[in-house]
């Protein structure tokens, strides 16, 4: 400031001319003649420095459209700067919609994010969901974890998605998790939307049993209607991320905290899944919704079971009550959960027989043998991760 004010003093002095002063104080005559005129305009007060910022910033968000952005936060408060983008993209067509981290600056100055903690994430492996490249092609099947209402009734989500579209067909509180409560509301989904052709859960009740069959009556039933059960590696729910990520988002949108009573959390359910399958955008589906990617399975749900039939050179045998069958004058055990049903006994190239259920493989009865040991499980080969589903 002093420099700048000597230099004025000097040239008003008429003792310099321009070119002479700016020699002097290492200036360009186009700096010098700047300082002249902001004090004879503004003073001392001129000759300080002045912001380099822009007065105008023509790609600035306009308060209408930051607006926009905050109500669709308030609306959905779980949803992050892409969800609301693509939602306002949607929206407001023809309207310049901010980038996305705009759109998380807006979110910040309002004091609308929270800094989550950085947790290790392990990679979701897409095997053996590899295979769903059409909708249909495998449903996903599982409990959330129960919790309780306000007025302690115990909440057990059963949810059922399309793991291809990740549309949530069903979400749905039951009484108990068991096989009497889950069969009506898969026959309810079956008759809605038709049936998948494998069916994907993990290897607790009523979805898997510790016998080496692996089977339950729930499971039974599906393959009497043409579906394969699928279920994953014990301890490795990362085979079934795309279904477990939906978890995460059901808890923050439903769970916590939780409704006054069961039906008034069945409610929430309801809404969530209106939602998340026609309003929610899909980060792994290009920002679009499930329902957007979902259609009907053509493989109608038939309202009564053709008895399961077998070739005419296998030999054929009904598991009695205690899940045994009768075989070469001895009790062959069998499964529990096949009470009542035929099995069809291939003969094996190399001695023994393959037993089957339907299409479903039991496992290998050796010559001579009096147990049937499971077949060895299909190695799975090692893939990309399943996309993060934000």
């Known amino acids: 400031m002093e420099e700048r004010l000597r230099f004025v003093e000097d040239f008003n002095s008429g003792d310099w001319d321009m070119a002479e002063l700016c020699r002097f104080y290492g200036v360009t005559r186009a700096t010098g003649y700047k300082w002249v005129d902001r004090q004879a305009a503004g003073g001392l007060e001129g000759l300080q420095d002045r912001s380099r910022a822009p007065r105008n910033h023509p790609n600035a968000v306009s308060s209408q459209m930051e607006d926009l952005v905050i109500g669709e936060r308030s609306q959905h408060p779980h949803w992050g700067a892409p969800k609301i983008r693509a939602r306002l993209m949607r929206d407001q067509p023809g309207s310049t919609i901010p980038a996305e981290s705009t759109i998380g600056e807006i979110l910040k100055r309002h004091g609308l994010t929270v800094n989550r903690k950085r947790r290790r994430t392990t990679r979701a492996a897409s095997q053996p969901l590899a295979h769903a490249g059409a909708p249909n092609d495998v449903w996903c099947v599982d409990f959330k974890g129960w919790f309780r209402t306000a007025d302690g009734s115990r909440i057990d989500p059963l949810t059922l998605s399309d793991a291809y579209s990740r549309f949530l067909l069903r979400c749905q509180a039951l009484k108990a998790a068991d096989a009497f409560h889950v069969q009506p509301v898969c026959a309810a989904a079956f008759r809605e939307y038709g049936l998948p052709v494998g069916l994907r859960s993990d290897n607790g009740a009523p979805f898997g049993s510790n016998g080496e069959s692996g089977l339950t009556r729930l ?105 045994q069958m009768r075989w070469r004058g001895d009790n062959i055990f069998v499964a529990h959960a096949l009470e009542g049903e035929p099995v069809g006994l291939e003969p094996r190239a190399e001695g023994g027989w393959r037993v089957w259920f339907n299409f479903y493989e039991v496992g290998i009865l050796e010559a001579g043998a009096l147990r049937i040991r499971r077949p060895a499980p299909i190695q799975k080969e090692a893939t990309e991760g399943d996309d993060d589903l934000r």
């Not at 729910?237 to 069945?266: I, V």
């Not at 309801?270 to 990617?293: I, S």
């Open 219 to 323: 499971t039974v039933w599906w393959i009497k209607l043409g579906i394969v059960p699928e279920h994953i590696t014990p301890g490795k729910p990362q085979e079934n991320g795309r279904h477990e990520r939906m978890h995460r988002t059901l808890k923050q949108e439903t769970a916590s905290p939780s409704a006054s009573h069961q039906r008034a959390q069945q409610q929430r359910f309801d809404q969530f899944r209106e939602e998340y399958n026609h309003q929610r955008p899909h980060e792994a589906l290009g920002q679009q919704t499930p329902a957007a990617h979902y259609h009907r399975s053509p493989r109608t749900y038939p309202e009564r079971l053709r008895e399961v039939e077998y070739c005419a050179d296998w030999e054929v045998r009904r598991v009695s009550v205690g899940g």
